[in-house]
């Protein structure tokens, strides 16, 4: 039986790495399920997630077919892991305080598997203070950080702050799941 990833999408420019994240999963055998932030359809579309994914986009907790099912408990519960590729500072800020205002922050709150980020921002929004102190707690309730690393951004700075190559993530989740 094939492993199943459920992956959280959310706003940021680094998105466009989630399609080759997606296809890096799918070549090795992997079930990809996609949850998309309104943010994130900004940067990648649902037509391509679902194409490279083979899957059913996730989007809306109000959407009332997956909701009469209790969608937002059902993925959380049918992954072997949850990735979130790329973390915003928002989805951060959200973990690290239990906010469910969506459907990625509620599947987060109702998920029962382990939870892996790969964060993805500009260098002196992971350096604020209140986003390292979201991830200290994160880091407290056993969130697994994959990144970010430092190199050009798309801003124009340099710095940490870029989400990890796509190959390394899913070299970080495969050894993890290897060792579940």
């Not at 998105?15 to 399920?33: C, H, M, N, P, Q």
Request: glycine share 6%.
């Amino acid at each position: 039986m094939s492993k199943r990833i459920l992956l959280i999408i959310t706003g940021s420019i680094a998105a466009y790495k989630s399609l080759e994240l997606i296809r890096t999963f799918k070549k090795s055998g992997y079930d990809v399920r996609c949850i998309l932030t309104q943010g994130a359809k900004k940067f990648v579309t649902p037509l391509s997630v679902a194409s490279i994914s083979e899957n059913k986009i996730y989007d809306d907790v109000f959407d009332l077919k997956d909701e009469t099912e209790m969608g937002h408990i059902r993925l959380s519960r049918e992954a072997d892991v949850v990735l979130i590729a790329p973390a915003s500072a928002d989805i951060i800020g959200k973990m690290a305080n239990g906010i469910a205002d969506d459907l990625a922050s509620t599947v987060l709150l109702a998920t029962d598997k382990d939870v892996m980020i790969a964060p993805a921002m500009n260098i002196m929004m992971w350096n604020n203070k209140a986003v390292q102190r979201n991830v200290n707690l994160l880091l407290e309730d056993g969130v697994k950080f994959i990144g970010p690393d430092s190199g050009d951004l798309a801003c124009g700075e340099e710095g940490e702050g870029r989400m990890s190559e796509p190959k390394y993530i899913f070299n970080a989740v495969e050894e993890f799941l290897k060792d579940a």
